[in-house]
C-alpha cells in the first residue's frame, strides 16, 4: 500500500489552531490495538526506522518527499509531540502485532477550531503493501477521529495516479467529490489530487453493519 494521500507529513503547519474537542489526547497519545497492527505516538527513536521504512523512492513517488536523514526524522517527530500538544494535529506510528518498530504512519490535522473538519494522512513501508495493514490502521484511526476527537467530516487527498490508495480510500466508504486539477507539485510535475471526504455518521453506519457480518 503506497501512502494514501498528498498530505505533507513533515510540513502540516497550515493547520488551523484548535481547542481541546474531547478527552486528554492533547497530554499523550493512546496505544490503539488493531488484528494486525497497534498505533502508539511516535518517539525519537523511531527515527532511523521511519527512514528505513518511509524514505525510498517507491513509496515517496507520489507524496510529498520525508526528511531524508535520521536528524531530520527526529526534528519531525519533536514536532508532532508540539502539534499534539497544541491540539492542532497527531501522528501515530504504525507496528505489527508483537513488535515495537515503527513501519509507517497516520496523520492526523484539524481543519477548524473545533476540530471537527480534519484532514488525514498515511504512509507505510512498501514490503508491507497489500497486507491488510492500512485496513487495519484505517479503521482505528477513523474511529478515534470520530469517536474521540469529535470530527464530523474527515478529508483525504490522493494524487490521481495513486491507484492503490484511491482504491483503499473508497473501500473504507469514503466518496469523491472532486478532482483538484494540477494540486500537487511533484518532482518539477503539477499532478491532479482526487479530493475524497468521509462523514462521522457514514463510517459509523459502516461499522456498525461490519460488525454485524462479523456476529452472523
Known amino acids: 500500500m503506497a501512502n494514501l494521500t498528498t498530505l505533507d507529513v513533515m510540513n502540516?503547519?497550515?493547520?488551523v489552531p484548535a481547542t481541546t474537542p474531547r478527552g486528554n489526547w492533547r497530554s499523550g497519545l493512546p496505544v490503539l490495538s488493531g488484528t494486525m497492527i497497534t498505533l502508539r505516538e511516535l518517539r525519537a527513536s523511531d527515527a532511523p526506522d521511519l527512514l528505513a521504512s518511509l524514505g525510498t523512492a517507491e513509496v515517496?513517488?507520489?507524496i510529498s518527499p520525508p526528511p531524508p536523514t535520521v536528524e531530520g526524522f527526529e526534528k519531525f517527530i519533536a514536532?508532532?509531540?508540539?502539534?499534539?500538544?497544541?491540539g492542532k494535529s497527531l501522528a501515530f506510528g504504525v507496528c505489527l502485532?508483537?513488535?515495537d518498530t515503527v513501519i509507517g504512519l497516520f496523520q492526523v490535522r484539524s481543519l477548524t477550531l473545533a476540530f471537527d473538519n480534519a484532514e488525514w494522512g498515511f504512509a507505510l513501508g512498501s514490503d508491507?503493501?497489500?497486507t491488510g495493514i492500512f485496513a487495519d490502521g484505517a479503521h482505528l484511526v477513523l474511529d478515534f477521529a470520530f469517536d474521540v476527537l469529535g470530527v464530523h467530516r474527515m478529508?483525504?487527498?490522493a494524487a490521481v495516479k495513486n491507484g492503490r490508495g484511491n482504491g483503499a480510500l473508497q473501500k473504507l466508504g469514503a466518496v469523491q467529490e472532486a478532482v483538484l486539477r494540477r494540486s500537487f507539485l511533484r518532482n518539477g510535475v503539477y499532478m491532479d489530487q482526487a479530493y475524497w471526504t468521509i462523514f462521522a455518521d457514514t463510517w459509523r453506519e459502516?461499522?456498525?453493519?461490519?460488525k454485524a457480518r462479523i456476529v452472523h
Open 12 to 15: 502540516l503547519t497550515t493547520a
Open 60 to 62: 515517496t513517488r507520489l
Open 79 to 86: 514536532w508532532t509531540i508540539r502539534q499534539r500538544e497544541a
Open 97 to 99: 502485532k508483537g513488535t
Open 128 to 130: 508491507y503493501w497489500g
Open 155 to 157: 478529508e483525504a487527498k
Open 206 to 210: 459502516i461499522r456498525s453493519v461490519h
